[in-house]
């Protein structure tokens, strides 16, 4: 036992003596690199394959990221099928979220070293694969206490929430928030944020069997206002002063469901679009533009990242929310963690109604 310890430890001081940089190679050689990846567009069950990949050396000024985790959102199947504005050049590794590990840092890197944790900066960069190149710009270093689920999740949802609260309306402690797809994954940020701030929110989700358990989840998380779309359309919530009318709507839902929202909004208020779930128009009453002056804009995230993308609002908005989620303030959305190898069942869950505004399917690499 002594010869195998000591053989054991010579084995591990050579390992030790071995230069940083070629340690990092030895190790990056014993792994083999795999993605996904498709060459075409349509279903993403068909179209969407894992295959062995190759890993090179960084560059100069770049970083070789171990992915740890990384979300299936609605918008990465909609890009699987083309139907999303964002169109990566073809074949394309699909993701655009995700944390990972630094594992080899090129030798011009200085603000990044071997254990960091980063999150992708860029959309399409397709983090649904083991192993990621990238020049440092591209990463944002995250605390090691950020959850695995809130870090892999933090660039698209929490951020579209912040922003849509903080641009288009200067919102104050007490003030009324409505929004539709409320247990969706931005819905659910949508809510945390506005307790955080003293913002109150009245929150539409759709009737279905365990109504009573998601209330409860929602409420938990600080809704103020958990309604079906049929209580909405007979609450008196606002009628008797139980809460000041809404000064901001967020729609994700369109149709009818969206009309109703807008009813309640204050004169002169904004009604904010992200999504279109029920896949039916959004449709204004010549009342609300011409005697409610309502205001109706649209938000996408990826145009605002790209706008932004060195812009100090950008890092102050990573800034409040990795603080918010760091102090218990801001969870993760509801999710399952599905082995990487087992990619097709994310898949299959993301492209049901469950997927789209129930739990988060994350992909877990080993």
Partial sequence: ????????????????????????????????????????????????????????????NEVVVKLLAAPVNPADINTIQGKYPSKPELPAVPGNEGVGEIVCVGSDVTNLV??????????????????????????L?????????????????????????????????????????????????????????????????????????????????GATHVLTEEELRSTEIFKTGTLAKPKLALNCVGGKNALE???????????????????????????SLIFKDLQFRGFWMTRWSKENATSADRFEMFSELISMMTSNELKGPAYEMVDFQDYQEALINTLTIKGMIGKKYILKFN
């Avoid at 071997?114 to 990463?139: A, C, I, M, R, Y």
Wanted: with cysteine.
């Fill in 1 to 60: 036992m002594a010869r195998v310890y000591a053989k054991v430890s010579s084995l591990f001081s050579v390992f030790r003596s071995i230069p940083s940089n070629t340690r990092h190679q030895i190790r990056l050689n014993s792994t083999t690199p795999k993605k996904l990846f498709y060459t075409e567009y349509g279903d993403p069950l068909k179209v969407v394959n894992l295959t062995e990949a190759k890993l090179r050396d960084p560059q100069s």
């Fill in 114 to 139: 071997e254990g960091d944790h980063v999150v992708p900066l860029n959309p399409n960069l397709g983090t649904w694969q083991t192993h990621l190149v990238l020049p440092k710009e591209s990463v």
């Fill in 141 to 221: 270093k995250v605390s090691k206490k950020l959850g695995l689920v809130e870090a892999a999740t933090l660039t698209v949802n929490p951020c579209t929430a912040f922003r849509m609260l903080r641009d288009f309306k200067e919102l104050k402690p007490g003030d009324t928030v409505i929004q539709n797809g409320a247990n969706s994954a931005c819905g659910q940020n949508v809510i945390q944020i506005c307790r955080s701030w003293g913002i109150r929110t009245v929150n539409i989700i759709r009737d279905r069997p365990n109504i009573t358990k998601l209330k409860t989840y929602l409420n938990e998380l």
């Fill in 261 to 287: 929202c807008l009813r309640h909004l204050q004169n002169g208020s904004p009604m904010v679009t992200y999504g279109g779930m029920s896949r039916d128009p959004l449709t204004i009453p010549t009342s």
